[in-house]
C-alpha cells in the first residue's frame, strides 16, 4: 500500500533549503565595520614638538595679530626639552620646562613652552596632561594662526586615539572654523568622528567633501578612507552609493588582503537591491578568481546558488570546502550541504550528509528531514525509524527549553505526527497510524488533513474487512 501524494503540503518544508536571502546581506553587518585611521605615535608627536604647517590655508581674521618672536635664549631651551625627551630623559626636560616656566616670555613663547610640554606629556603617555597643555596653548592671546591650527588639530588626534570622539570632534570643529581649505584628510578625519558617535548622516557630507576634493586632485583614493565611505553608506542604507565604493575598492585595490571579502560585500549589497543575478554573477567571478578562500565566502556563494536553484553546483563548491578543510564539517554547514543534495535530488549523498548531522546535532529537525528522504524513496522502514527518533529528540528539547518554538532544531508535532501515520499507514499498520492521526487532528496546524486520514483509514478498513468476509 504506497501513499505519498498527500505528505508535503503547503506546511512541509522538506524542500525548502534552511538559508533566506537575506543572510549574505547579514555578512555586511560583520564585516563591512570600517578600518579605522591609524594615527601613530609619531604623527601627533610630530605636530606636537613644534610648530609646524598645517595642509589648510587660514581664514583672514578681522582682527590683526601682532607678529612675534621667539628669543634665541627660549628658543635654545626648548630645543634642549625636545632632546631630552627624544632621549627619554623625562626627568630632566620636566625640570628645565618648570624653569621656563618661570622665565619671562611673550605669549608666543609660553605657548610654545606648553606645546613642548604637551610633547614631553604624549611621550609619557600622559594623554589627559598633554590635552590639557594644548588647551593652554589656544589659551594663549595672539599666537599664530598657524599654531593654533596645528595644535586644534594634534589636540583632535589625541582625542581620537583615546577613543574621546566627542572631545576629538569638538576641538575638530574648532579647527574647521580657523581654516579656509580643509584638506580631504581633515573631511576623513572628522567622518570617523562622527561615525563612532553614530551620527551616521553628519559623517555623510564630510566623505563626500573627501572624495571630491581627491578627485579633483586626480588622486587616488587611500583604501582605508574607502573603508569608512563603505561604512557611512552602510549605516545610511545607502546600497547604490555602496555598491559603486566597493567597485572603487575592487578595482583600485585588487591586491589587498581584504580583496576576497570585497567581492562577497558586493554581492551582499546586490542582495540588499535586490538583483540576485547580479549578486551570483558577482560572487561566481571571485571563486572564479580563487578569491574565496574563507568559509564564509564560499558558503555566501553557495547560498546564492541554492537562492537561484542551482543547488549540484552549491553542492560541489560545499563538498570541495570541506574536501579542502576550509569548511567544518559542523552540523550547520552538513545540514546545508544536505539541503543542496536534495534539491539536486541526489537523495543517497543527501541522505550520507544528514545521517552526520543528525549524529552531530541530534536535533528533532534533521531526523525529520531524513525521515522525509526515506519516505519520498518508500523506505518505509527507515522513515519510521527516523520519525521515531525525531519525537524523541523533540521531548527532550521540550522538555528543557521554554522557547523550543525559536530553536533551528524545532519541527512541529504535528508534521511529526502526520509523517509518522503516513509511514504506518503504508506498513500496513493501520491501527497504530490511526493513533497517529488522531494525535496529529488534536492540533489546529494538521486537524484537517489528519481528518481526512482519519476517514481514509476509516473506509479502508471497511474495504479489508469486507474482502475478508467475502473470502
Known amino acids: 500500500m504506497i501513499i505519498i501524494n498527500k505528505l508535503f503540503t503547503k506546511n512541509s518544508k522538506a524542500y525548502v533549503p534552511a538559508i533566506n536571502q537575506s543572510v549574505i546581506a547579514g555578512i555586511v553587518i560583520g564585516c563591512l565595520s570600517y578600518t579605522p585611521l591609524v594615527l601613530s605615535k609619531q604623527e601627533v608627536v610630530n605636530e606636537a614638538s613644534a610648530e609646524s604647517v598645517v595642509e589648510a590655508a587660514p581664514i583672514k581674521k578681522k582682527r590683526t595679530r601682532r607678529a612675534q618672536t621667539m628669543s634665541t635664549k627660549i628658543y635654545n631651551k626648548l630645543d634642549k626639552v625636545r632632546e631630552y625627551v627624544d632621549e627619554k630623559n623625562y626627568q630632566d626636560a620636566e625640570s628645565l620646562l618648570i624653569s621656563l616656566g618661570k622665565t619671562k616670555r611673550n605669549s608666543y613663547e609660553k605657548a610654545m613652552t606648553w606645546n613642548m610640554e604637551a610633547y614631553l606629556h604624549y611621550n609619557q603617555e600622559k594623554y589627559n596632561d598633554a590635552a590639557a ?64 558617535l553614530e551620527q551616521y548622516s553628519n559623517a555623510l557630507p564630510d566623505v563626500k567633501a573627501a572624495f571630491a576634493l581627491t578627485k579633483a586632485a586626480d588622486k587616488k583614493p587611500r583604501e582605508n578612507w574607502l573603508l569608512i565611505e563603505r561604512a557611512v553608506y552602510f549605516q545610511n542604507k545607502d ?195 490511526k493513533a497517529e492521526f488522531e494525535l496529529a487532528s488534536q492540533f489546529k496546524r494538521s486537524e484537517k488533513m489528519a481528518g481526512q486520514w482519519l476517514r481514509y483509514i476509516d473506509s479502508e478498513q471497511k474495504r479489508m474487512d469486507y474482502l475478508a468476509m467475502v473470502e
Open 133 to 196: 597643555s594644548y588647551e593652554k596653548v589656544i589659551a594663549q592671546d595672539n599666537i599664530p594662526e598657524s599654531l593654533e591650527q596645528t595644535t586644534l588639530y594634534s589636540l583632535a588626534k589625541l582625542h581620537l586615539i583615546q577613543q574621546d570622539y566627542t572631545q576629538s570632534l569638538t576641538a575638530m570643529n574648532r579647527w574647521f572654523k580657523v581654516v579656509k581649505k580643509p584638506s580631504a584628510e581633515s573631511h576623513i578625519l572628522r567622518a570617523q568622528m562622527y561615525y563612532q
Open 239 to 433: 546600497y547604490a552609493s555602496m555598491e559603486r565604493c566597493l567597485k572603487d575598492l575592487i578595482a583600485l585595490y585588487p591586491s589587498s588582503s581584504s580583496i576576497g571579502q570585497y567581492w562577497v560585500q558586493l554581492g551582499a549589497v546586490y542582495n540588499e537591491l535586490d538583483n540576485l543575478d547580479a549578486e551570483l554573477a558577482t560572487l561566481e567571478t571571485a571563486y572564479d578568481l580563487k578569491l574565496l578562500v574563507k568559509e564564509n565566502q564560499l558558503i555566501s556563494l553557495a547560498q546564492a546558488m541554492l537562492g537561484k536553484e542551482i543547488p549540484f553546483k552549491a553542492a560541489q563548491i560545499l563538498t570541495q570546502g570541506m574536501n579542502d578543510k576550509v569548511i567544518k564539517e559542523s552540523a550547520k554547514n552538513l545540514s546545508l550541504l544536505a539541503d543542496a543534495f536534495m534539491l539536486a535530488k541526489e537523495y543517497n549523498q543527501a541522505i550520507i550528509t544528514l545521517e552526520k548531522t543528525a549524529k552531530l546535532s541530534n536535533s528533532a529537525k534533521d531526523y525529520y528531514r531524513l525521515a522525509q528522504i526515506h519516505t519520498e524513496r518508500q523506505d518505509w522502514q527507515q522513515g519510521l525509524e527516523n520519525t521515531n527518533r525525531a519525537l524523541a529528540s523533540q521531548n527532550k528539547i521540550n522538555g528543557n527549553n521554554e522557547n523550543i518554538k525559536s530553536s533551528l532544531a524545532y519541527v512541529e508535532e504535528s508534521d511529526l505526527r502526520i509523517l509518522k501515520g503516513l509511514v504506518l499507514f503504508n506498513l500496513n499498520d493501520l491501527l497504530l497510524a
